[in-house]
């Protein structure tokens, strides 16, 4: 495995943010926290989501139809999704090269949550009416296990580098949720799209040779276990030039240890490449 050289560090900012929340948490009764949290997660995303319309009024003046498409579709997931602007876009980045070169395989994304990210892809591959290539979301739809021992790093006390511990549930996404998102608001086809609902561990070994060749293998699970399972069950059927996306690498330390101790198990040596704000890519060749 190559060296990496970047990894995520929260801004001051970010940092600041934390440890308001953190005194919050401590003088707030559990349930108003949580209404707290939620009202206030809810407007820093709409904040985020104005402020990105910066790049859409850029490119609209500057003329380039190609990166004005490319945020109109980023603006429209950004309510449905926890990745952030810059994920959103390398993922756009990788699905688009695989459509445009016209890589064989499905895409898979494993941790779907309310769908957002899995919304980005599906406007990619779906955009021509005569493709065939399937959408495969495997989530529980019960939001994330607990994290084990192996999520925690010991010095720090904590499982990464996000603003709040995340119990078993954190980032729901329900099954409905998600297929009204796919299926009705963005009338995605109904019979390219397989949702698969369950632990990884429970679903993965059984939907994996239906599943067959994958172009893109999208990691958004955040723990050990979850991370390595779908590693262990989907990595040998990426197909050559195919992209494997982890997108909590630089934020969960389980995460990175999963992958790292999948890399090196396999003797593996790849290119990790960073999105700019925690999660990586690399090229199977
Ligand atoms: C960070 S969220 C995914 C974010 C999503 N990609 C988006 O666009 O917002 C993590 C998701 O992984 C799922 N997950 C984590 N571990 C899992 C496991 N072992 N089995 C099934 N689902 C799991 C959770 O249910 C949750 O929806």
Redesign the pocket.
Known sequence: MKKKTQVYKKSLIVLLLKKILFFIKAILPPKWYDIFYKFTFKIYKSLIRFCYLRFYIYYYFKGDIKNLKKTKIIYRVMPY???GEKGLAKTYDLVKKVVDNNLEGDLV?C????????ALMASLIFEKNNQTRKLWL????????DPTKEDFDQKMCSTGTHTQPMDKGF???TLEQVKQLMLETFNFPKDKIIFVKG???DTLPLKNKEIGKIAILRI????Y??TK?CLEYLYDQVAAKGAIII?DYGTCFGCQKAVDEFLASRNLTVEIKFDGRGGCYWIKS
Request: proline share 3%; glycine share 14%; aromatic share 12%.
């Open positions: 999704s926890l990745v994304e941790g779907v949550a309310q769908g957002g990210c899995a495997c989530d529980s739809y019960e939001g994330l296990p980032c729901l996404g632990w990884f561990k958004d699970a955040d723990w276990d979850s399972e997108d």
